[in-house]
């Protein structure tokens, strides 16, 4: 992933640049979801 980031911030390629930032955005969830739902096997959580 580190590689992809690299070859996209070196292009002025503003299509390839959104689709970066687009795929930046659902890994970022992805990672929080897959926290969240760790923490919710494992017991680590809180009800409001």
Do not use: H, L, P, R
Request: hydrophobic share 35%; net charge negative.
């Amino acid at each position: 992933m580190k590689e992809f980031e690299k070859n996209i911030k070196q292009k002025e390629n503003f299509n390839e640049w959104d689709d970066y930032i687009e795929w930046k955005a659902y890994n970022d969830f992805y990672s929080q979801i897959t926290k969240m739902i760790n923490d919710i096997k494992s017991g680590n959580f809180q009800i409001a």
